[in-house]
Each structure stands twice: as C-alpha cells, then as structure tokens.
C-alpha cells in the first residue's frame, strides 16, 4: 500500500495536485485489494488507518513521523531527502525537518 501511495502522488495529478499526507489520502482515494492500487473515491464514507508504532520501534517510528508530515510523498528518497541532502536514517530526516526537538518527543 505505502510504494503504491508514492506511485499515485507520483504519477496522478489529481493527487500530484492535492498534495496530501499520507493518513489524509483515505479522503480522496480507495484502495482496491484485487489490482493492488489506490483509486479515485467516486463516493461513500472515508475509513482510513495509520498503525501506531512504539518508538522503541526506531527506523518505523521516524518513517510514521515523516508520512504524517510530509506532503506528496514519492518515494521512501523522497522522504529522506532534506534541503537537496540524502539522509541516513528516517530519523535523521525528521530531525533535518525539524519534527524532533528532544529525545522526549513523541508524536
């Protein structure tokens, strides 16, 4: 579902033109398990869910952060790529975007 979710931002206009995060594009888009893609929402009620993840979890826990901040995701470079440089780490690039302040932080 996620490299789908960066296919449709990348190759839809319509959601190239949206500019959505990640847990926003349930609004907008269905996905349909028997092509494996996400689709136009033509109508109906919107269910979406993002997992919780412990930040124990590290790598996971920094992607979340990033896929819930970050607009029009593309790819998982996308998301590592801050200001023209390539990040390590998920948790790097949240750092570099200013999403953690502290080791307190929790989202």
Same mark, same amino acid.
């Given at each position: 579902m996620l490299t789908e979710f960066f296919s449709t931002n990348y190759m839809d206009k319509e959601a190239k033109k949206l500019n959505l995060l990640y847990k926003e594009f349930p609004r907008y888009y269905?996905?349909?398990?028997?092509?494996?893609?996400?689709?136009?929402?033509?109508?109906?009620?919107?269910?979406?869910? =993002?997992? /919780? $993840?412990n930040p124990i979890e590290n790598e996971r826990y920094y992607l979340r952060v990033l896929l819930n901040n970050v607009c029009g995701s593309t790819s998982?470079?996308? =998301?590592? /790529? $801050?200001?023209?440089?390539?990040?390590?780490?998920?948790?790097?690039?949240?750092?570099k975007r200013g999403l953690l302040h502290n080791d307190d932080d929790i989202e």
């Open positions: 269905v996905w349909d398990d028997s092509i494996r893609t996400w689709t136009q929402r033509k109508k109906g009620i919107c269910l979406g869910r =993002l997992c /919780t $993840v998982f470079e996308y =998301l590592l /790529t $801050v200001n023209g440089h390539c990040c390590k780490s998920f948790q790097e690039a949240a750092h």
